[in-house]
């Protein structure tokens, strides 16, 4: 599976942004996706999961109430709504395909992509 996340880009706090990642490779309906987040000098960070379903979600603490996670499997995509958006909130954010175990950690995921940068100003 390659991924490519795009959608990032510059918004005043309380603003909104869609970030989507495209999937290539035909078992990507099989696989859960997640979103993570990397601010400058800190540990990549889970943000939200969605089961292959889209049955099951889960979402870090931080962003509950504000993104939202969806996918549509007929097209390949995985997508972040984030609404209400904070200064704090600013990261390069990375989809990844999810293969087992823990899904708050990077390990627990065996494709990524490159990354799209957030800015969020005060």
């Known amino acids: 599976v390659q991924l490519q996340a795009s959608g990032g880009g510059l918004v005043q706090a309380g603003g909104s942004l869609r970030l989507s990642c495209a999937a290539s490779?035909?078992?990507?309906?099989?696989?859960?996706m997640g979103w993570f987040r990397q601010a400058p000098g800190k540990e990549r960070e889970f943000v939200a999961l969605i089961r292959w379903s889209g049955s099951n979600i889960y979402y870090v603490d931080s962003v509950k109430g504000r993104f939202t996670i969806s996918r549509d499997n007929a097209k390949n995509m995985v997508y972040l709504q984030m609404n209400s958006l904070k200064p704090e909130d600013t990261a390069v954010y990375y989809c990844?395909?999810?293969?087992?175990?823990?899904?708050?950690?990077?390990?627990?995921?065996?494709?990524w992509g490159q990354g799209t940068q957030v800015t969020v100003s005060s």
């Open positions: 990844a395909a999810y293969y087992g175990g823990g899904y708050h950690s990077t390990t627990s995921y065996d494709y």
């Open positions: 490779g035909r078992t990507f309906s099989n696989y859960a």
